[in-house]
């Protein structure tokens, strides 16, 4: 294809992490403090030592306010910065890959960006990802992780709590903010030949540092570990808060990410017969793509947020978000066909762009009635997403079937693809979300607490001419939710909840389906949960058994996409760390999963759930090692379990462990820190097939990586 259009590489992104890598050359630069870096201060960075104290971090809940883990009634998992950095997240299966209840749809370099299933029940791209507890779009699957502080995963129904969106969870991002003076850099490798460099620098400046700036600039490029495939990804952010008074506080991110993905291959669509078996595994660096085909996304994220603590009991704060993806693409659209590896490749060529907007005011504070405290949260939302397609008009989105037939075991040299699709993108359709809302935390006495909420969801899907196959789709729904939670003591919450959850906009049929570009509406989805969190010194261990019940979309016989009765989801949730001895910890997850159609036809009622997994375990330890001061390892793995692919259950995906490790070795060159940071994920290379989606597509494993990171921090 012709990259002419893509040869401006914005150097300066490249010449300012060479340059902040240099710097380590001048010891001076940190003169004025290096009495207080000796030896003794080498920090140990650790993989499971966050999670003994996840319980008391700070969690977003959206309509609950801010409150800690411990005293959220729903299932929450945190991830730090350092858990992020030891084990070099770069994707989100990276992000996610000791999460029991998480599986991942989709590779980083796949032709259709990543994304989640948590509890077996998928996330949406564009109401299932937040930063900063605000809406943005996420059609590429990979935001950049060099931004973030900390990534929390809400799991189940979160309707109340966030307004409509899928039932599996909400995954929110937490931007870095600046905490001090400092400058941070990193090179790194990762297999097959990709090279990254990334500068953290932070400032605090003004009377009593009032004003703080933190600015991360990355670049990577590079081979990626598929055969044939590359990626070359720009991202800068920037954070900004004032203190404008001793009660007002101001916040400003913004976010930009570039992100080329070429030769980049898809899942496969399921085609076999009902009585095929599925083919052999492949190698993970096995690429189905066809040559010149590719994936170029560019998201840009501004987020602007206004705090107003009015007194000791009541706060205020108003938040806008503007966030946009511009996509153009030209996808493998490949069809499995026999049980001998033989795949049918279609060809799709597309721009699309989504704009999405959301303003939000939220009021909450402390009311005493008697001897009983309420604490409340009233707020109004209001979120438009705009999307822009090309597929009619002069230069209409292009679909080339039949392109040619491949083999997974024996390659088939099919021509290269030349791209000359024309930017020529209309307003496709607009789809908006209102919403009020008002919870109240219930202080009943020293050791019980109730919850109540409310929110109204009032959402609009409006076509344009342009885009007449859509009717207009208009509905209001009330989600409620109810919790009520037990302390004994200050460590130990037992809770119980319910919520009810409609999903955030009504969805398009695929051009995979006989009923292509179809609209289907939005489900709605209840949840039960009952759950223990507790910790003590050097420990802690959280449970939960939950129920959810979700309206059932299902791939008919004669392949039409369709919603029909309900999908229940049922399981139980375990996770604990401990503090073995100084110097050796361990953390677990396990997740049990039961699922089944009902009120459905007789083909599918009483079959598992398609895409769901029985059963998924983790397992991870983590040795510092005394007698080298600065170094730890660790290592660990991750079952899982058995995985139905399709609702009539005719194919079931074998289990499989994937084991991987790592270490981090810090030391001092000149007073000035320097770790250095290896990680190999699939330590082993196991292959294997893994779920693609709920429909029954499926994709290749990820084959063994090894990454190497150097981080000097000034």
């Known amino acids: 294809m012709d990259n002419s259009r893509l040869a401006f590489k914005k150097s300066q992104?490249?010449?300012?992490?060479?340059?902040?890598?240099?710097?380590?050359?001048?010891?001076?630069?940190?003169?004025?403090?290096?009495?207080?870096?000796?030896?003794?201060?080498?920090?140990?960075?650790?993989?499971?030592?966050?999670?003994?104290?996840?319980?008391?971090?700070?969690?977003?809940?959206?309509?609950?306010?801010?409150?800690?883990?411990l005293d959220t009634p729903f299932s929450v998992d945190v991830i730090s910065l350092e858990d992020m950095e030891i084990r070099q997240v770069n994707t989100l299966d990276s992000l996610f890959s000791r999460e029991a209840s998480v599986s991942v749809d989709g590779s980083a370099y796949s032709a259709f960006g990543n994304t989640l299933r948590v509890r077996g029940l998928s996330l949406d791209y564009t109401q299932s990802f937040k930063v900063n507890g605000l809406s943005v779009n996420s059609f590429s699957g990979e935001l950049p992780y060099e931004a973030f502080e900390q990534v929390t995963l809400l799991k189940g129904s979160t309707g109340f709590m966030y307004g409509m969106a899928a039932p599996g969870g909400i995954v929110n991002y937490e931007t870095k903010r600046a905490t001090g003076d400092f400058v941070s850099a990193n090179i790194g490798f990762r297999s097959d030949t990709l090279l990254s460099g990334h500068v953290d620098a932070s400032t605090r400046f003004g009377e009593n540092d009032d004003y703080g700036v933190r600015i991360n600039l990355v670049k990577e490029q590079g081979d990626t570990y598929i055969d044939g495939g590359s990626i070359d990804r720009e991202t800068a952010s920037l954070a900004f808060d004032a203190n404008l008074t001793d009660s007002l506080v101001w916040t400003v991110d913004l976010i930009y990410n570039d992100r080329l993905v070429e030769d980049s291959w898809t899942y496969l669509y399921n085609s076999l017969d009902s009585t095929d078996s599925l083919p052999d595994t492949v190698s993970g660096t096995r690429n189905l793509a066809v040559d010149g085909t590719f994936d170029k996304y560019k998201n840009i994220i501004a987020l602007t947020s206004l705090n107003w603590t009015i007194n000791d009991n009541w706060v205020a704060h108003i938040d806008y978000d503007y966030s946009k993806n511009e996509t153009r693409w030209v996808k493998n659209l490949d069809y499995l066909l026999n049980s001998e590896g033989d795949f049918e490749a279609n060809l799709y060529e597309q721009y699309f762009d989504v704009a999405y907007t959301q303003l939000q005011g939220i009021l909450s504070g402390d009311v005493q009635t008697g001897s009983i405290t309420h604490n409340i949260v009233i707020g109004a939302s209001h979120q438009k997403a705009t999307t822009y397609r090309n597929d009619g008009g002069e230069y209409g989105r292009l679909v080339t079937y039949d392109y040619g037939i491949d083999n997974l075991f024996n390659d088939v040299d099919l021509p290269t693809y030349s791209a000359d699709l024309q930017k020529d993108v209309r307003v496709a359709w607009i789809d908006t979300q209102d919403s009020v809302f008002v919870s109240d935390f219930i202080q009943l006495s020293d050791e019980w607490e109730a919850l109540v909420g409310v929110r109204s969801n009032g959402i609009e899907h409006t076509p344009s001419e342009y885009f007449s196959s859509h009717d207009h789709y208009d509905d209001t729904a009330i989600t409620p939710t109810f919790a009520l939670m037990f302390k004994p003591n200050a460590d130990t919450t037992y809770y119980a909840s319910y919520v009810e959850s409609i999903e955030g906009q009504t969805s398009t049929v695929g051009d995979s389906y006989e009923n292509a570009d179809e609209l289907l509406a939005p489900l709605e989805s209840l949840q039960y949960e009952l759950g223990m969190k507790t910790s003590g010194d050097g420990w802690s261990l959280t449970s939960a058994l939950f129920r959810i019940e979700r309206g059932a979309t299902l791939v008919t016989e004669d392949n039409y996409l369709v919603q029909e009765g309900i999908s229940i989801y049922q399981g139980l949730e375990f996770s604990a760390a401990v503090d073995i001895t100084e110097n050796l910890a361990l953390y677990g997850e396990a997740m049990l999963l039961d699922t089944e159609y009902d009120k459905t036809s007789d083909s599918t009622v009483g079959n598992r759930v398609a895409g769901t997994p029985k059963s998924q375990f983790s397992l991870q330890t983590n040795y510092n090692v005394a007698t080298v001061p600065g170094l730890t390892v660790n290592l660990g793995a991750k079952y899982h379990g058995r995985t139905t692919l399709d609702a009539n259950n005719y194919w079931e995906l074998p289990s499989y462990t994937i084991v991987y490790g790592g270490g981090s070795y810090t030391t001092k060159v000149n007073d000035i820190p320097i770790t250095l940071i290896g990680t190999v994920d699939n330590l082993f290379d196991k292959e294997y097939w893994a779920a693609a989606d709920s429909s029954g597509g499926i994709r290749i494993g990820e084959p063994r990586t090894v990454a190497l990171k150097v981080k000097v921090d000034f």
Do not use: P, Q
């Not at 966050?50 to 801010?66: D, M, R, S, V």
């Open 13 to 69: 992104l490249t010449l300012a992490c060479s340059a902040a890598l240099m710097l380590s050359s001048f010891s001076s630069f940190a003169a004025d403090d290096s009495d207080e870096k000796t030896e003794d201060s080498l920090e140990v960075i650790s993989v499971v030592g966050h999670k003994i104290n996840e319980l008391n971090t700070e969690n977003n809940g959206g309509a609950l306010g801010n409150r800690s883990v």
